[in-house]
Nanobody, 124 residues
Framework: EVQLVESGGGLVQAGGSLRLSCAAS????????IGWFRQAPGKEREGVSC????????YYADSVKGRFTISSDYAKNTVDLQMNSLNPEDTAVYYC?????????????????WGQGTQVTVSS
């Protein structure tokens, strides 16, 4: 059974940083990609970042480029999202998800398994 568990969310002031971590287990795909998504109240789920298992190709939404960094540690089966210069518009529940195939994607429909999410709240 595929399991994804997010951690690292919390409350931070504008301009601050948080590091989210996604611990993945229970899948044995040869090639895959792990993505981070977020969903704010009343808004659609948004693809934030994604990383490919095969060559480390990454994707970032325009809204987070230059502020967020995705990284992977395959020995630990974790994918982290370092978030700097946070602003109130970053407030959302953040989810990690895994897709079969190593092409990065920002579309939620491409991802088959999801974590439960972790809340990130940025105060002004």
């Amino acid at each position: 059974e595929v399991q994804l568990v997010e951690s690292g969310g919390g409350l931070v002031q504008a301009g601050g940083s948080l590091r989210l971590s996604c611990a993945a287990s229970g899948f044995f795909f040869e090639d895959y990609a792990i993505g981070w998504f977020r969903q704010a109240p009343g808004k659609e789920r948004e693809g934030v970042s994604c990383i490919s298992s095969s060559d480390g190709t990454t994707y970032y939404a325009d809204s987070v480029k230059g502020r967020f960094t995705i990284s992977s540690d395959y020995a630990k089966n974790t994918v982290d999202l370092q978030m700097n210069s946070l602003n109130p518009e970053d407030t959302a529940v953040y989810y990690c998800a895994v897709k079969i195939g190593d092409r990065v994607s920002s579309y939620a429909r491409d991802f088959g398994s999801w974590g439960q999410g972790t809340q990130v709240t940025v105060s002004s």
